[in-house]
């Protein structure tokens, strides 16, 4: 048996406030919490006030890849953008990349040691818009997720190609 | 590093067009903290009292908060500072929403505006570009309209917005600055930022704001949020469901609105309706608000829903917090589906909703009143509700007696004469106020009234019970968990309310309602400073923020070193020079003055000795100005030396020496 952490994401319930994103910058700061920058943020809320869209989303993988086309959903009469409900990180949009690096961002469940009862965004909505669970399902539990600069290499090797990475890392580390 | 605040200016001069970015003085911040204390400082050294409201010199300031950005919850306060065309004193605004936050992100804490643009434009903060943009294009368009053009137009969907409506292009004294569903909307600002062509701000930011203890910080954090989810689950006991609560007062979600209907009064703030809220109104109206009431909104990092996204048929979707929901409704005898009608509307003009329902209230009792005739209001519909809309679109057009009107109730009143003088009823310092009028003289609220300079009373009271707790019981119960109190005494002041002699105007004693007064006034300061939402802090019963937890989280996140006294005289600095910069201006006693009519039972003789001992409590002299050595004790020694050079201090004995010299000239020629 695997665990899967499941944050549930309740757009009916979301005031917009932000504080997930808040919390979330702050959390992956270095040292942690010193520095608050919703542009870090591995969750954002993707809101448009007038159009009654509020639409929090959590970062996923990257992708190198742009869509071929884009989805328009309708619900309840509401039209949300064609990007509103999808995780990754792409070239076609500015989500999810640290602002200065470019680097892609991916929502990690806040793991550290010892490990936190819930995420953070999820501690810090209190209209209940996140709420978390786990769950147990059928499949071996995962290897050892890759580091956080492990995800980043490998997208710029993915980008660049490796012996570009490689050179650049050998002058960088040289100077 | 600077913590907390970016420690960055921009300094924009729209006559010609330049674009600065100033490194600031951390010894200001010691001195004044941040938000209003430091625009208040920039504000005395660059703007002399001759500077008129609509001079290029006059500054307009947007200041973050000092404490935006971080991680403190309700930590978005932006706080816009000028001087009145209204009130001709110091106008400081302050509002909510997610543009502070995204300054301070942009590297800022405060933009600063001199001059005036010969055309209409706009200013685009992006980062470190920044840009001012032509914005010929928006002019005459809605405020939340403006928003959205500009954002399509930059393609920043991410961008915070703060912009003027037609009302402020066309200098309506009570303009106001709107951005969503928050506004900066007293004392005129609006007019201002239209005076100097200055359409819209528009802001995005990428960049880290930092905290200089992030664990010690982050714990306090955790310890507000908790406070207030426990507040949630245990709402105060014994007082009526619109206080019992944390932040603005929860009109959004609120159905019960007897407190306000009862307690404020109609018209043109003339009718109290002690009955009529009853059940049939609560559930026609329970009903209204739930049709229009789409979702329940908060500002930037704010668990309170103080907001809701409003839905008309007749209107585009907009935003709408607090009392705004009835200001119109009362002023126009009305009901609330008007309400929700006209505040949209209102709302894309870019008008304060407290001041706007009250002129035109006070327009048509000159009407009733044959003062104002056919002749001044041509095709008036014959219905009180379509009257308003019709009076709302002359103002903000300043079209025909909109003109007038447009400079709120004190100025028209006495443009148009023939009388009208009287009807200006509900003015203090040039100012409408809230409609309330009341039985017999409350001394507290007598002195916040008379010397609260933000000229609302909401911002200057808080924290307080409005009626006393019937029983002892009630009143230990009330007082246990009060950790609030800056000291104990404060707590007798519930304790003895409503044992047998405590009634009003005797109680409580000039000595208590000095502290009770200098408290709630304090805490709104350093709210103003920090940019921490008073709803939060100084306005509700309870907070979670106070003056035994603030000096810690402003310590955490400035690396400043700060306790409760250092606090207190902080906010005590920025109040006085907010008052020095006033008398300068020639704010004096003869100014603080609470309607007539809003007791129906006064005591002059009492009145006077209140605002006597409450000035000398102060540190003021008897005019209401800050004594010299009040100011020197404050380190505002370049204060004092300015007034003693303009003679303000002399000013009254000067008086009593003429008025001495006539007494003796007369006399002689008797003798």
């Known amino acids: ?175 | 590093m600077r913590y907390a605040e970016t420690g960055v200016n921009l300094e924009i001069d729209l006559s010609r067009g330049g674009i600065e970015k100033e490194g600031t003085d951390p010894g200001l911040t010691e001195l004044y903290l941040g938000g209003l204390g430091t625009n208040a400082r920039i504000l005395w050294d660059r703007v002399p009292p001759e500077t008129k409201p609509f001079d290029p010199d006059n500054l307009l300031i947007f200041s973050a908060g000092i404490l935006a950005g971080t991680p403190a919850p309700g930590a978005n306060r932006t706080i816009v500072s000028t001087f009145s065309p209204q009130t001709l004193l110091m106008a400081y605004s302050i509002m909510g929403g997610f543009w502070a936050p995204e300054l301070k992100f942009a590297g800022y804490d405060k933009v600063i505006i001199r001059g005036k643009s010969p055309k209409l434009v706009y200013l685009w903060i992006n980062n470190d570009k920044i840009e001012i943009r032509d914005a010929s294009h928006l002019q005459g368009k809605g405020s939340l309209e403006t928003a959205e053009l500009i954002k399509q137009e930059l393609k920043e969907p991410k961008a915070q917005v703060a912009a003027i409506g037609l009302a402020g292009e066309n200098r309506v004294y009570f303009a106001s600055i709107e951005q969503g569903r928050s506004s900066a909307s007293r004392g005129g600002i609006g007019a201002v930022m239209g005076d100097k062509g200055l359409k819209a701000i528009a802001v995005r930011g990428t960049k880290d704001v930092n905290v200089a203890q992030p664990a010690e910080f982050m714990e306090l954090c955790n310890e507000v949020l908790k406070y207030i989810k426990d507040r949630a689950d245990n709402p105060i006991k014994g007082v009526p469901p619109i206080l019992a609560g944390l932040g603005s007062p929860q009109e959004m979600s609120l159905h019960d609105e007897e407190w306000h209907t009862a307690s404020f009064a109609w018209g043109h703030a003339r009718h109290r309706r002690k009955d009529f809220w009853n059940k049939k109104i609560e559930k026609q109206w329970k009903a209204i608000q739930d049709k229009s009431v789409e979702r329940l909104i908060s500002c930037y990092n704010c668990p309170m829903k103080c907001g809701g996204i409003i839905r008309h048929p007749k209107l585009e979707r907009y935003m709408m917090k607090c009392y705004s929901k009835l200001t119109y409704t009362m002023a126009a005898m009305s009901d609330l589906a008007f309400g929700f009608k006209i505040a949209g509307l209102a709302q894309e003009y870019g008008v304060d909703g407290y001041t706007t329902p009250q002129v035109m209230a006070f327009a048509l009792e000159l009407y009733e009143a044959g003062i104002l005739t056919d002749k001044d209001l041509p095709g008036l519909p014959a219905k009180t509700e379509d009257r308003f809309f019709y009076l709302l679109e002359k103002i903000v057009r300043r079209e025909g007696i909109g003109d007038t009107l447009a400079d709120g109730v004190y100025w028209a009143a006495r443009k148009i004469g023939k009388g009208a003088e009287a009807y200006d009823h509900n003015t203090i310092k040039k100012h409408e106020q809230i409609p309330i009028k009341l039985g017999t003289l409350n001394p507290i609220y007598y002195l916040m009234w008379s010397t609260g300079e933000k000229i609302n009373i909401t911002q200057i009271e808080g924290q307080i019970p409005q009626a006393p707790f019937p029983t002892r019981e009630e009143r230990e119960e009330f007082v246990k968990d009060w950790v609030q109190v800056p000291k104990e005494e404060i707590k007798d002041f519930i304790l003895q309310w409503g044992e047998p002699g405590t009634g009003f105007p005797n109680y409580p004693t000039t000595e208590a309602a000095c502290d009770l007064v200098e408290w709630q006034e304090t805490m709104h300061y350093i709210d103003d400073a920090t940019g921490i939402c008073a709803g939060l802090s100084s306005f509700p019963i309870k907070p979670p923020y106070h003056i035994h937890n603030l000096p810690r989280l402003i310590s955490f996140a400035t690396g400043m070193d700060i306790d409760e006294a250092k606090l207190w005289q902080i906010a005590r600095r920025n109040r006085t020079l907010i008052r020095a910069i006033n008398a300068r201006k020639g704010m004096r006693r003869i100014d603080e003055k609470p309607p007539e009519d809003h007791w129906r039972k006064r005591f002059p003789e009492m009145e006077a000795k209140l605002l006597d001992d409450y000035y000398k409590f102060k540190g003021w002299n008897n005019e209401g100005i800050p004594t010299k050595e009040t100011l020197d004790e404050l380190g505002l020694n370049y204060v004092s030396q300015d007034l003693e050079q303009r003679g303000v201090y002399q000013e009254k004995k000067a008086k009593v020496a003429k008025m001495d010299s006539k007494k003796e000239k007369s006399q002689g020629k008797k003798e």
């Open chain 1, 1 to 175: 048996m695997k665990k899967v952490k499941v944050i549930k994401i309740d757009v009916d319930k979301c005031n917009g406030c932000r504080a997930c994103e808040a919390i979330c910058s702050a959390f992956h700061s270095t040292p942690k919490y010193s520095s608050t920058n919703p542009e870090r943020s591995r969750i954002r809320v993707l809101f448009d006030p007038l159009k009654d869209v509020y639409v929090p989303v959590l970062a996923g993988d990257y992708t190198e890849a742009e869509c071929n086309g884009r989805d328009l959903y309708t619900i309840d009469g509401k039209v949300y953008d064609e990007c509103s409900f999808c995780r990754a990180s792409c070239p076609s949009r500015k989500l999810f990349k640290d602002p200065d690096s470019d680097l892609p961002l991916k929502c990690d469940m806040c793991e550290e040691e010892p490990p936190l009862p819930e995420p953070l965004c999820v501690q810090w909505c209190l209209s209940d818009a996140l709420t978390y669970e786990e769950r147990e399902e059928e499949g071996e539990e995962e290897e050892k997720k890759p580091g956080e600069m492990e995800i980043g290499l490998e997208s710029l090797v993915k980008k660049h190609g490796a012996k570009k990475v490689k050179d650049a890392l050998a002058r960088i580390s040289k100077g």
